[in-house]
């Protein structure tokens, strides 16, 4: 994945950052890391103490945790544009889950003290760290609601989400890479043998078509029929 260097510009373009002179943003800047890392890869481990702030700038990952026996719970997937790591420099505790890259990744890593002293001192960007607590609790809550519903709309809603997150202007008919069985099944919450025999389903149906490049949902029809648009 080419991307260019992140300079001021390409940074308050995020809209975390869009508050932030480029004097603050040059200063973001001057201790920032860029890396690219492979898939499956753990990039934050629940109960470690940390003092990054990270950006995704390409790819895919997930957010998880485990129940007390042992099953992987999926709170949250991640693409192009989004932070992680804010929880811990805000309330100053260990990482509150795991989170795991799902395909190549570039990734920017920021000084969580920096971040901190910017905050105190810059209300907009405050502001913007309580709106996107807000839509992640959001985004929590409807995740929550569609775990009771049939696993057809627990899967539709994961592959949606996975082309909406895909590249940045996406919707749910982009195309987007194909994960595994047991990924998908981690991430819609089912098991592995129900996730292979509704993505039959799918497929006999002509919701979701499967070629070298990735996946794709080809209609939006079964979305809308359970409100998941
Ligand atoms: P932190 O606790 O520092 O490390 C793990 C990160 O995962 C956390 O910060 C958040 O950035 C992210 N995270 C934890 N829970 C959720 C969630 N429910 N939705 C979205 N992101 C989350």
Request: net charge neutral; aromatic share 4%; proline share 4%.
């Amino acid at each position: 994945m080419a991307i260019p260097p992140l300079t001021p510009e390409l940074l308050r373009a995020f809209p975390l950052f869009e508050s932030l002179d480029k004097a603050d943003l040059e200063r973001l800047l001057e201790r920032h890391l860029a890396s690219a890392l492979g898939e499956d890869q753990l990039l934050v481990q629940e109960s470690d103490w940390g003092e990054t702030l990270f950006l995704i700038r390409a790819g895919l990952a997930k957010v998880r945790c485990f129940s007390p026996d042992g099953e992987e719970v999926v709170l949250c997937l991640l693409g192009p544009g989004d932070v992680f790591g804010e929880m811990a420099l805000l309330d100053e505790k260990p990482r509150s889950a795991d989170v795991l890259s799902l395909t190549q990744l570039n990734l920017v890593k920021f000084s969580g003290a920096l971040f901190r002293q910017l905050m105190l001192s810059r209300a907009p960007l405050s502001l913007a760290i309580a709106q996107l607590q807000s839509k992640r609790l959001r985004e929590l809550n409807r995740r929550f609601a569609i775990h009771s519903a049939d696993a057809s709309t627990r899967l539709l809603n994961a592959l949606a989400q996975l082309a909406c997150l895909s590249e940045s202007g996406a919707n749910v008919l982009s195309l987007f890479p194909a994960l595994g069985q047991r990924e998908l099944a981690a991430i819609a919450g089912l098991s592995r043998e129900t996730t292979s025999r509704t993505l039959s389903k799918l497929r006999e149906r002509g919701y979701l078509e499967e070629t070298a490049a990735g996946m794709r949902l080809l209609s939006e029809e079964p979305l809308k029929r359970r409100c998941l648009l």
